[in-house]
């Protein structure tokens, strides 16, 4: 299997390869911060990799628009709520085009809340734009 997977990828179009390699970078970096801002409750690190228009959308279907708002929403964690420790695992990109490129994988936490241990875990889909010599999300729908 390893091996069609590392055919299809030779075969893939060189914008897409380049779009790819380009926005791998920001995409392990944004994820990395995201699993110790979570931890740490810093809103404004977990928003920083959004577009200033960028859309969140959670499970529950809310969505939320903007960098701002969306660091609005990430600071409003309860104050009985303690994230102990998260992990995001990117399980797969694509590239539509040469500025778009499309991630996906899961989310895990350990959560604290009324003297309670829990663990959390969802999936994700990131819509990843090129702005200039950056990438940043466009969307994010949490499932």
Same mark, same amino acid.
């Given at each position: 299997?390893?091996?069609?997977?590392?055919?299809?990828?030779?075969?893939?179009?060189?914008?897409?390869?380049?779009?790819?390699?380009?926005?791998?970078?920001?995409? @392990?970096?944004?994820?990395?911060?995201?699993?110790?801002?979570?931890?740490?409750?810093?809103?404004?690190?977990?928003?920083?990799?959004?577009?200033?228009?960028?859309?969140?959308?959670?499970?529950?279907?809310?969505?939320?628009?903007?960098?701002?708002?969306?660091?609005?929403?990430?600071?409003?964690?309860?104050? @009985?709520?303690?994230?102990?420790?998260?992990?995001?695992?990117?399980?797969?990109?694509?590239?539509? @085009?040469? @500025?778009?490129?499309?991630?996906?994988? *899961?989310?895990?936490?350990?959560?604290?809340?009324?003297?309670?241990?829990?663990?959390? *875990?969802?999936?994700?889909?990131?819509?990843?734009?090129?702005?200039?010599?950056?990438?940043?999300?466009?969307?994010?729908?949490?499932?």
């Amino acid at each position: 299997m390893a091996d069609k997977v590392a055919i299809i990828k030779r075969a893939a179009p060189a914008w897409e390869r380049q779009a790819l390699a380009s926005a791998a970078p920001f995409i @392990d970096r944004s994820n990395e911060e995201w699993a110790q801002a979570i931890v740490g409750g810093d809103a404004g690190a977990m928003a920083a990799p959004y577009d200033e228009h960028g859309i969140f959308i959670g499970p529950d279907g809310v969505e939320v628009r903007g960098r701002d708002a969306v660091r609005a929403m990430y600071a409003k964690r309860r104050a @009985d709520v303690k994230v102990l420790n998260a992990r995001i695992k990117s399980e797969g990109r694509t590239a539509a @085009d040469p @500025d778009d490129v499309y991630e996906w994988g *899961s989310a895990t936490m350990t959560v604290q809340s009324r003297g309670k241990t829990r663990q959390a *875990s969802g999936r994700y889909l990131t819509v990843w734009h090129r702005a200039g010599q950056r990438w940043v999300i466009t969307h994010n729908i949490a499932f």
